[in-house]
């Protein structure tokens, strides 16, 4: 069983910053894509970022150079870090990881962060 714990979420004025992090518990799996998607009031979920195990990255058009996704793999978590945060960037922030137990892979979602940014 694996259970995803998500913190860092919370209000900051346009221009700040946040990190966010999300931690794979549990034992006996490998951690393999890790992602970070968001979704805003009457809004789709959508990607903002995802990295692979190896560290290759790829970003939502609309946060491309202000957000970063990283990685430990040693603690099977990954981070966040939002620069410039936008009012636009408001949302609640889910972790979404895919998890290889033997020959059997499974996805998991965070319970999601709530990240508020005023004006």
């Known amino acids: 069983q694996v259970q995803l714990v998500e913190s860092g979420g919370g209000l900051v004025q346009a221009g700040g910053s946040l990190r966010l992090s999300c931690a794979a518990a549990?034992?006996?799996?490998?951690?393999?894509?890790m992602n970070w998607y968001r979704q805003a009031p009457g809004k789709q979920r959508e990607l903002v970022a995802a990295?692979?195990?190896?560290?290759?990255?790829n970003y939502a058009d609309a946060v491309k150079g202000r957000f970063t996704i990283s990685r430990d793999n040693a603690k099977n978590t990954v981070y966040l870090q939002m620069n410039s945060l936008k009012p636009e960037d408001t949302a609640v922030y889910y972790c979404?990881?895919?998890?290889?137990?033997?020959?059997?892979?499974?996805?998991?979602w965070g319970q999601g962060t709530q990240v508020t940014v005023s004006s």
């Open positions: 549990g034992s006996g799996f490998r951690v393999n894509d």
């Open positions: 979404y990881v895919g998890v290889r137990t033997g020959i059997i892979e499974y996805d998991y």
């Open positions: 990295i692979t195990r190896s560290g290759t990255t």
